[in-house]
Structure formats: C-alpha cells, structure tokens
C-alpha cells in the first residue's frame, strides 16, 4: 500500500478497536515491556509518549514508569516539524499544544541532548513490518528526531509500540530510504528485535 493509504486503512481499524480492547492491549504491552526495562535500565530514562484519540492507551504505562523510578520524557510539537521533550510525572501540568491538537506538560523544554544517556524511546506507529519499517502519522516528526540522534555519543533504544494486528509483514507499505527505521517492536504478543537485541 502507499503510505496515504496505509494511514486510513490503520487508522479506521484503531477506531473499530473498543475502549476495552484498546486498555487490554495496552496493558499486555506493558506486562511485557515493565520487566524487560526493569532488567535493563532500572532507573534509566525511558522516553514515551502522551496517547490521543485511539492509540494505544498511554497514561496507565507512563505512570507504572514513573512509579518504577524511570525518569520519563514525553515529546512536545514545536514549529517547523520537530520535536523537544519534557518531563512527565503524575499530575504534571499540562498546556494545549500550539501546533496540534494534543495536551503537552507545561514544564520546561530540552532538545535531543536530552537524549544522551536515555535507555530506550517508545516510538508511535500506525504500523511497523517485519523489516523494523515503520509508518507514522505523517508529520515527520519523529524521522527528524531519530536522524538527530545519530551524532549522540550513546543512541537509545528505538522500540515501537503498536497494536498487534499492526505489526505487518516486510512490504506491506511503502518505505523510502530517507524514513528511519526501529530496531524493535513491542504489542501485547511481546517483544520482536530487528537488530542485535539490546544487551545480548
């Protein structure tokens, strides 16, 4: 499929997904993905993402983060199609975004330094095939962040998190050279890698 039509195809199959099955789904993933970082980065940095609309429900995984001692980021939409990011906590204040319409903590903001050190980056996706391709929303947002991070010192993880019927077999949609890839994925199935699995 082309990306456009990819986009509607997963976003209306999002929509079709009861409330129920959206939490169940995100809490699998996060039965899976809490144990992992435990062993891995216990403590570390972990960057996630505020959810909307029908995505996987967030606000339940970012909390288990926080209660587990992760500092959590989550990213904020600035002009020109890029990203900073800010902490999240709970009951952190929170602002309408001024270029989207999605709520951002109102804390201060820090660029991909931010991300020196960090453990792993919890990439949204509409899909990711089995070659670690992955489609977004459009915006480019996050190619732009992840092409930033080449020149850190230490790249965190890159992992997905998707539904599970929207992890796709290699071709499903149109990949250019330019989108950037994810060296793993995370559903409510579990994990699969794509590169060297991290720490092995």
């Not at 600035?78 to 709970?90: I, N, T, V």
Request: charged content about 20%.
């Amino acid at each position: 499929m082309d990306k456009e039509h990819a986009r509607a195809t997963y976003r209306g199959l999002r929509r079709a997904l009861s409330p129920a099955e959206r939490l169940g789904q995100a809490d699998a993933l996060g039965g899976h993905l809490l144990p992992w970082l435990a062993g891995r980065a216990a403590g570390g940095t972990v960057a996630g993402v505020v959810s909307y609309g029908a995505e996987l429900p967030t606000a339940g995984l970012l909390a288990a983060l926080h209660g587990a001692g992760h500092r959590v980021l989550v990213p904020i939409c600035e002009p020109e199609r890029r990203l900073s990011w800010a902490d999240w906590y709970p009951d952190v204040p929170m602002q309408r975004c001024a270029v989207a319409p999605i709520d951002e903590p109102a804390g201060p903001r820090f660029g991909a330094e931010v991300m020196d050190g960090a453990d792993v980056v919890l990439v949204p996706a509409l899909a990711v095939d089995r070659d670690g391709a992955r489609l977004g929303q459009g915006g480019g947002y996050y190619d732009r962040f992840i092409a930033s991070l080449d020149r850190l010192d230490r790249r965190p993880v890159l992992l997905a998190m998707v539904y599970a019927h929207e992890f796709v077999p290699a071709g499903t949609f149109e990949y250019h050279m330019l989108d950037r890839k994810v060296d793993g994925v995370v559903t409510a199935d579990g994990f699969t890698w794509f590169s060297p699995r991290p720490g092995h």
